[in-house]
T-cell receptor, first 109, second 113 residues
Framework: DAKTTQPTSMDCAEGRAANLPCNHS???????VYWYRQIHSQGPQYIIH???NNETNEMASLIITEDRKSSTLILPHATLRDTAVYYC??????????FGTGTLLAVQP | NAGVTQTPKFQVLKTGQSMTLQCAQD?????MSWYRQDPGMGLRLIHY???????DQGEVPNGYNVSRSTTEDFPLRLLSAAPSQTSVYFC????????????FGSGTQLSVL
């Protein structure tokens, strides 16, 4: 699976959109981009995933660039409960889901 | 539905002791896996299983054994605990093994003295 690179930490004001970037420049054609988040001490929670089209669900939107070398997770109206570590993962046809160290998003009141 | 259930939530062991971390899911998921998470680090894959009777190693399998005799259960065994195994352990499951979202348990915090 391709390596992903994320900023270590980010801040966001409550009520504003949080835009979390992820670089995956070596991603291959069959690798999906997955996003999970981990709220303090809890098990990670699935957010969204996509291959090349933009995706939206009740939690977030995923924007993947046309060359698929990077993506952005968007939380449209961040709340304090969105403070968490967000993991971006590139996953192909493999049984292994490998997590990196993620981005700590701190939503400020 | 209970989802993915891990027991115990907390455990303290002495070096050399053995124990089993339990993981059960009630979603009829074929794929199950174990991760460990050390302070300030991401999750590292220990072992995984794509179905009953089938297991394989992840990134950090040394010191851990697993078996999968039923679809529902995937226990993780520490045969001789070491301080380096002090960590938080998460179990996860998914319907399939490829391109399926994982559901995680709430974790087991293990301390080895």
């Amino acid at each position: 699976d391709a390596k992903t690179t994320q900023p270590t930490s980010m801040d966001c004001a409550e009520g504003r959109a949080a835009n979390l970037p992820c670089n995956h420049s070596t991603i291959s054609g069959n690798e999906y981009v997955y996003w999970y988040r981990q709220i303090h001490s809890q098990g990670p929670q699935y957010i969204i995933h996509g291959l090349k089209n933009n995706e939206t669900n009740e939690m977030a939107s995923l924007i993947i660039t046309e060359d698929r070398k990077s993506s952005t997770l968007i939380l449209p109206h961040a709340t304090l409960r969105d403070t968490a570590v967000y993991y971006c993962i590139a996953r192909g046809a493999t049984n292994k889901l490998i997590f990196g160290t993620g981005t700590l998003l701190a939503v400020q009141p | 539905n209970a989802g993915v259930t891990q027991t115990p939530k907390f455990q303290v062991l002495k070096t050399g002791q053995s124990m089993t971390l339990q993981c059960a899911q009630d979603m009829n998921h074929e794929y199950m896996s174990w991760y460990r998470q050390d302070p300030g680090m991401g999750l590292r894959l220990i072992h995984y299983s794509v179905g009953a009777g089938i297991t394989d190693q992840g990134e950090v399998p040394n010191g851990y054994n697993v078996s999968r005799s039923t679809t529902e259960d995937f226990p993780l065994r520490l045969l001789s605990a070491a301080p380096s195994q002090t960590s938080v352990y998460f179990c996860a499951s998914s319907y399939g093994s490829v391109n399926e979202k994982l559901f995680f348990g709430s974790g087991t915090q293990l301390s080895v003295l």
